[in-house]
């Protein structure tokens, strides 16, 4: 059910609330340096334009803006597991934070940057049987940054994964590269194989890969946009690269069928051996920072 929407998180002319859909309401954020709308369903951030720029995030025109379903594209929530669960193939894909309303519980204006939180009610999950706070705290300026926090307050430990699952709005997927992963170990999970990164990372074909011990920046250059986008990350050991490509996007039925032309996911993650063990009292923060920086003609 679509949570109560309060009014004193409102902020003149900068935070408002619009529904996207009826029973699917969303916040809006403009301010000098950009604007972001974030759905309450999974505090899902859905775009981040800054201003005079092409959108920085990419969202399905394709989406569905619904209870119970993860929107394609934007910057989903994946928590409390990234991708299937680890041994109970019943649980949803990427957990369950991305499918569920979150309140937004405080709102902030600074001359740099709009800041909201939002947390998710964890105890009403009937398949989570853990005492968890999780909070997401976005910050909408002129770069945009989330910071998941997760809290144990049971007596037993937790184990946490996930991710922050970018999705980038690109010119063209062929004339892209990305930068920062060179030398790096990942599983290439398109053919199953073990592999290290060499070079840049040029797409040409499908991609699902999960660079390991990787903690660094990384940067898509862009050249057809004129940018290159900076991800900055931290809490994460595990970066996700992905684009279905042809035949998987024929397959989702969310996603246009040549939209895969115009995105990478680039996702700050806590996957696979990636995960942590939280004792009773003990807190994990993922966090990205997105900046989009213009390169000259
Ligand atoms: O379709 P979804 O459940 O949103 O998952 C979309 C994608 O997320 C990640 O990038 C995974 O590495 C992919 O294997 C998966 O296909």
Not at 17 to 45: C, K, M, V
Not at 97 to 114: G, K
Not at 170 to 198: A, C, F, M, N, R
Not at 280 to 297: D, G, N, Q, V
């Amino acid at each position: 059910m679509a949570p109560t929407l309060s009014k004193k998180h409102l902020i003149p002319f900068e935070l408002w609330y619009e529904d996207f859909a009826p029973g699917y309401p969303t916040i809006r954020i403009s301010n000098d340096h950009a604007s972001a709308t974030i759905a309450l369903h999974g505090a899902h951030l859905i775009d981040f334009i800054p201003r005079d720029q092409e959108p920085v995030i990419f969202t399905s025109h394709d989406a569905l803006f619904t209870e119970g379903k993860a929107v394609r594209g934007g910057i989903p929530v994946c928590w409390p597991w990234f991708n299937a669960h680890p041994s109970d193939s019943t649980m949803p894909s990427h957990g369950f934070a991305r499918n569920r309303f979150w309140q937004l519980v405080e709102s902030r204006s600074t001359e740099e940057f709009t800041e909201i939180i939002l947390q998710l009610d964890t105890q009403s999950v009937d398949i989570w049987k853990f005492d968890t706070t999780l909070t997401l705290t976005i910050k909408v300026g002129k770069s945009l940054s989330l910071e998941l926090k997760t809290t144990n307050n049971g007596s037993t430990p937790v184990t946490i994964g996930g991710a922050l699952h970018s999705y980038f709005y690109i010119s063209d997927i062929q004339q892209i590269t990305l930068t920062g992963l060179e030398k790096t170990t990942y599983l290439d999970t398109v053919v199953g194989e073990e592999k290290i990164q060499v070079g840049p990372i040029r797409f040409d074909s499908e991609v699902d890969s999960v660079y390991l011990k990787s903690d660094q920046p990384v940067e898509i250059h862009d050249p057809g946009f004129q940018r290159t986008i900076l991800i900055e990350k931290s809490g994460s050991l595990s970066t996700v690269i992905w684009n279905p490509w042809t035949e998987k996007s024929q397959k989702l039925a969310d996603l246009g069928d040549d939209e895969f032309h115009n995105f990478v996911c680039v996702e700050a993650a806590n996957a696979l051996e990636d995960v942590y063990i939280l004792a009773p009292a003990a807190e994990h923060c993922l966090t990205t920072t997105i900046s989009s920086i213009p390169t000259s003609a």
